[in-house]
């Protein structure tokens, strides 16, 4: 079954709106958390590394003020997109590391589509 | 910097035919190599991986994949494909096996299986 869960699944917004993305890691904790953005039929782009506890490490040319993220606890981290314009429509994964299996689960992601 | 090309973003088999996805790395240093399926509108499933224990990887539903070094390659096959096999394969590289480290990946590649 599924390790790391997402919700919600897809989500249709208005632009201008916030959109707060949930990252779960099922049984195991994950001190870190990585969130990709996925726009179609292209590959996967990593946006920030999620730390517990601590802020987020954004990758160049991501905006750290317009995706806010939340490491609150050692199975939850949120993706939280501001001010939603259409061009942040896209597939958002996010995957958690379970460092004693040596592996990165990834979340089945989420659809955000903003109008 | 670490990158990984996929040759031929659409590739096309008979059913009960040998799959070969292609896949070239570039690192500075000993890279971990790694290749997950993504199913229509899902996450990323772990295929197999590279973490310099052995060349020759058998992973799940009877993938494998060969490093080598001479060639930067690390190629997906199968010997022969099934219609379960038709999905979007990636490859990715990451500095550590340890599965806790951002993965970097190719642009993808289209597995389609013909009848």
């Known amino acids: 079954g599924a390790v790391v869960s997402q919700h919600p699944s897809w989500v249709i917004c208005k632009s201008g709106t916030s959109v707060k993305i949930e990252c779960r890691s099922l049984d195991f904790q994950a001190t870190t958390m990585f969130w990709y953005r996925q726009f179609p039929k292209q590959s996967l782009m990593l946006m920030a590394t999620s730390n517990e506890g601590s802020k987020a490490t954004y990758e160049q040319g991501v905006e750290k003020d317009k995706f806010l993220i939340n490491h609150a606890s050692l199975t939850l981290s949120t993706l939280t997109v501001t001010s939603a314009h259409p061009e942040d429509s896209s597939f958002y994964i996010c995957?958690?590391?379970?460092?004693?299996?040596?592996?990165?689960?990834f979340g089945p992601g989420t659809r955000l589509t903003v109008l | 910097a670490q990158s990984v090309t996929q040759l031929g973003s659409h590739v096309s088999v008979s059913e009960g035919a040998l799959v070969l996805l292609r896949c070239n790395y570039s690192s500075s240093v000993p890279p971990y190599l790694f290749w997950y399926v993504q199913y229509p509108n899902q996450g990323l499933q772990l295929l197999l991986k590279?973490?310099?224990?052995?060349?020759l990887v058998k992973g799940i539903n009877g993938f494998e994949a060969e490093f080598k070094k001479s060639e930067t390659s690390f190629h997906l096959t199968k010997p022969s494909a099934h219609m379960s096999d038709a999905a979007e394969y990636f490859c990715a590289v990451s500095e550590s096996g340890f599965g806790n480290e951002k993965l970097t990946f190719g642009t993808g590649t289209r597995l389609t299986i013909i009848p």
């Open positions: 995957s958690a590391p379970r460092r004693e299996l040596a592996t990165q689960y």
């Open positions: 590279y973490t310099s224990a052995a060349t």
